[in-house]
């Protein structure tokens, strides 16, 4: 597969456009084995003000979360990593990211 597939098939788990519409999810990128993308930046939007989640397809055929907030100071951009999980099945990546974010991902 390639990583263009592999981000498409993940978008799908997670709920496709039903879950764009419920999470505000935006600027989707294909990287290496996995997918990226950006949550609003509003206050109090996401639990501890996540804002990008990366999600990767692992060797074992799982997958790796990560999310992320992105902090912006004096002009310089760093990353922290606010939760990481790993070993996680398909079926498990929308509950995953409700933990993490506080979001559901559907009604």
Known sequence: MTNKEIASTI?????GG???AMTGAKQFVAIDSGLQFKLPQK???TR??????IIKL???????FSALKAI????VSSMKSLFQC???YFDQLQSTFTE????????
């Open 72 to 75: 912006t100071r004096k002009g």
């Open 58 to 64: 692992a060797a074992s055929d799982t997958y790796e």
């Open 43 to 45: 206050p109090h939007y």
């Open 100 to 107: 993490a974010t506080g979001l559901d991902t559907h009604l």
């Open 48 to 53: 501890d003000g996540i804002n990008t989640i």
């Open 11 to 15: 978008l799908e788990q997670l709920g």
């Open 18 to 20: 039903r879950f764009i």
């Open 86 to 88: 790993s070993g996680l």
